[in-house]
């Protein structure tokens, strides 16, 4: 559900996975290791591949997330 990026027992799991699926192998072990470089970056990635607008709606701090999010909070409890 893409409006509730305001949960945080929900977004992060969304986020994680979301990243996980963008990141390739190789940076995945040195992010675990350590701070990512601007150089380990050129090695392995050609192009930019995080989606800004996806990632922002997924945190919940897009308008359109937040919006949603109320509007749902607030037909659920008036559904109540």
Do not use: C
């Amino acid at each position: 559900m893409m409006w509730a990026g305001s949960h945080p027992e929900d977004w992060a799991t969304r986020v994680e996975r979301m990243v996980d699926e963008y990141l390739p192998e190789g940076l995945k072990d040195i992010a675990a290791q350590r701070a990512v470089t601007r150089e380990d970056l050129e090695k392995v990635v050609k192009k930019p591949v995080v989606h800004g607008d996806l990632l922002r709606h997924n945190l919940g701090v897009d308008k359109a997330s937040r919006y949603m999010d109320s509007f749902m909070r607030g037909s659920m409890k008036w559904l109540a």
